[in-house]
């Protein structure tokens, strides 16, 4: 909140000269003193207790009309009836001499009365009858457009709508008044609630039944991975010892590259320029990338999703993590520009493998409140069960810094874990004083995750990295490990 605040003042001295903002301040004084009554503060409630948030309906809908609970009476049943009740019949229709009278073929679609008690029920449009056996209106026989309803509400029954629809999902939303779910809803709001809705927010509630379709193929997820780098480490001048070096203090000590340079310079004698430590490290991350995916763990019982941020060319981009609480490995990491869902899709099938072949059988995943990761759990678990399986992924939130709910205080270690996980990728990113573009941000990612995972001593795990690779058995010193993971990857 507080660099909220810090930006917002930012932008408006932007755009204010000194006498501007000296015009300004006593306008601003007014306003906290309250003697201006013509300027509104933000009101300092808390969140109204039935606000809008992500939920997913557990509910499906229904993927064809219901059937009727019975059938109808026919127009003979109903007349008989009519007839024991008072001892009359009820007439046919007496038409007026010229009058329009319904298509000799129209019945009602309700009691398939023929077209003697049928009335024409909207005049020259001669669209529409009102049968006078069961007092129901019907179409005439005029051709009807077909219905493209896909599915119908599973509590009222009634057809939903495409209500909204962007690259991942199209949202189908219930519109009827007289469903239970959306009554039960609103005599839920509170007086203040109901309030806010009159005033025109009626956005701020989820009152009706909502069903996301997910369309997306496991192939055009985008999961960010370097591929390219300026030099080739079959063709450099200098012995992968060096390169080993380079990586040890640029990667698994978190020295920059002038201070690498400068490590290499007066420690050892070994004259490079800060650019070759980056070239170097750039084309260990390319040689290194597919070895680090082939030999991530594979998720064991519950794991840890979080995003940090990162500075790329003065912007905030993302890089996801999740961690498995067993052998507090990295089982899977992306970057995004955004915080949206189809990055966090991406993160969940680098992790847990395409729906249609998982890793794993059933997981636990926890996360913090981002709306991203219930609609990427939500469409991974929809695109398993269309695939023939069963849901995979359970998902378990844990809200804020205080436990305010039991579910967050049951999982509140597993967040932890992640967070210590993103302070320790921040001691690796701090140096680098931000990234000039996407590649460099990926290139130490890279390279970050393979030291973390097969060379980091843990203590949790007795000093022992979270994944033992049989080739590094027997080799202490982090330049021997760099490379043999260099050769192993080739």
Known sequence: MKNDLLKLIQWFCRKLTYNDLASVVPVLQEVLSGSRKDVDLKPDADRPPNYRQFRVDPTLPLTKPPEPKEEPPGWKQIQKEHERKTGKRIAIVKRRKGSATPPEKCTCQHCNAPTRYLYLNNGQHASQVLCKI?????????????????????????????????????????????CSFYNRNLAALTPEEHRMREEGKTSQFKLRYLFREYHYASEDLQLKRLDKALVDLNRVHNNLHIVGLCL???????????????????????????????????????????????????????????????????????????????????????????????????????CYGIPEDPKCATGELITDGLPSYDSAVTAYNTAAVKEGGTDILAKRTVIGLKNLDPESETYREYKQLVERLNRTYKFHTRPRAGFKNFDGACALTTLFVVYYNFMRPHGYLDRKPPVELDCLKGKELYPDQWVELIRQAA
Request: glycine share 4%; charged share 20%; net charge positive.
């Open 134 to 178: 069961c007092n129901k209106t019907s179409p005439t026989d005029k051709p009807r457009r077909e219905s493209k309803t896909k599915y119908w509400c599973p509590h009222c029954s009634r057809a939903l709508f495409a209500w909204k629809e962007n690259g991942l999902c199209t949202a189908f939303k219930c519109q009827s008044n007289d």
């Open 248 to 350: 040890t203090y640029n990667v698994s000590l978190g020295l920059s590259a002038r201070m690498t340079a400068d490590a290499l310079r007066r420690i050892h004698g070994i004259c490079i320029s800060h650019q070759t430590v980056i070239n170097y490290a750039n084309a260990a991350a390319l040689h290194l990338s597919d070895f680090s995916d082939q030999n991530a763990p594979k998720p064991e019982d519950t794991c840890a999703a979080d995003e940090t941020y990162i500075k790329v060319n003065g912007i905030t981009r993302y890089t996801w993590f999740i961690i498995s609480k067993v052998r507090r490995a990295i089982c899977g990491w992306n970057l995004s520009e955004t915080r949206g869902a189809e990055p966090a899709l991406a993160l969940i099938h680098n």
